[in-house]
């Protein structure tokens, strides 16, 4: 999310997830609660360095592999209010994202499906705002922990810091500060473009690879990501302008309930 200074771009700014180098070697095992599921963790150290690197912690290769289908009830756990009319910019991009990943849609499906909606949940949980340079939506920094659901082998990681820029396109209406042309900033269409772009580097796909390649510091990179999530998800974050916070929360509500099990009466 650094604008390289060799190359000039008005239109677009980088969405990059800044790394620390990963000591693999010094681990230590935990467990942790990742929203209703159980999750077993691996943390990971980073040596005391602030040379920035591009981190890659591959998984086992099983840890990717998910379990027979399991009864999963995702809901917006990381939200500060059930009341729409108290919800921060924060809390309605999260949202947004949460109603594309429960979902089944070529975006959701790209991420893992429903699954991945506990990553997220993680992510904002961990954002705290701050102001930064300008050309920066979101950073993510620090050790990462590998976390693996117990019930359905899905897998993604969480780094010590994420932040979000008070001085960029998360909230400031600057087109300089822009992520995507097609996108205004301080829109919800950008702001749920960011929290997407920063997903694709928690999650795996294919291949025990992340969605989204590493691209801190990697210019071409990043626009390359920033494009692919536009590819598989501009549908969805396009139809986001049909629904309020109010119908989405009912949305959230109706798919959580109809997935329950039947409790019948004598």
């Known amino acids: 999310?650094?604008?390289?200074?060799?190359?000039?771009?008005?239109?677009?700014?980088?969405?990059?997830?800044?790394?620390?180098?990963?000591?693999?070697?010094?681990?230590?095992?935990?467990?942790?609660?990742?929203?209703?599921?159980?999750?077993?963790?691996?943390?990971?150290?980073?040596?005391?360095?602030?040379?920035?690197?591009?981190?890659?912690?591959?998984?086992?290769?099983?840890?990717?592999?998910?379990?027979?289908?399991?009864?999963?009830?995702?809901?917006?756990?990381?939200?500060?209010?059930?009341?729409?009319?108290?919800?921060?910019?924060?809390?309605?991009?999260?949202?947004?994202?949460?109603?594309?990943?429960?979902?089944?849609?070529?975006c959701s499906l790209f991420f893992?499906?429903?699954?991945?909606?506990?990553?997220?949940?993680?992510?904002?949980?961990?954002?705290?705002?701050?102001?930064?340079?300008?050309?920066?939506?979101i950073k993510m920094s620090g050790e990462t922990t590998i976390f693996q659901s117990q019930a359905t082998g899905f897998s993604f990681r969480l780094f010590e810091k994420a932040e979000v820029n008070l001085s960029g396109s998360f909230y400031q209406n600057t087109l300089h500060s822009a992520v995507s042309s097609l996108f205004r900033p301080n829109t919800r269409e950008t702001r749920v473009l960011v929290l997407l772009h920063e997903l694709g580097h928690m999650v795996k796909g294919p291949g025990n690879r992340w969605v989204l390649p590493d691209d801190g510091g990697d210019l071409s990179q990043s626009l390359k990501n920033t494009a692919q999530v536009i590819s598989v998800c501009k549908q969805q974050i396009d139809s986001l302008s049909k629904f309020t916070a109010s119908q989405q929360l009912a949305m959230a509500d109706e798919v959580s309930d109809t997935n329950q099990p039947s409790v019948q009466t004598p």
């Open 1 to 106: 999310m650094r604008r390289t200074k060799s190359l000039q771009f008005t239109s677009a700014v980088l969405l990059v997830t800044h790394f620390t180098l990963i000591n693999s070697a010094a681990q230590s095992a935990l467990v942790k609660s990742a929203g209703s599921d159980r999750y077993n963790a691996i943390k990971e150290t980073a040596p005391e360095t602030n040379t920035p690197g591009v981190v890659s912690a591959p998984l086992p290769e099983e840890s990717t592999k998910h379990s027979a289908p399991v009864m999963f009830h995702p809901s917006p756990t990381a939200l500060k209010s059930r009341d729409p009319e108290k919800l921060g910019v924060i809390d309605r991009a999260y949202l947004d994202a949460f109603t594309i990943l429960n979902d089944e849609n070529s």
């Open 112 to 137: 893992g499906g429903r699954y991945a909606i506990n990553a997220l949940t993680e992510l904002i949980r961990e954002l705290k705002p701050r102001y930064m340079d300008r050309n920066i939506a």
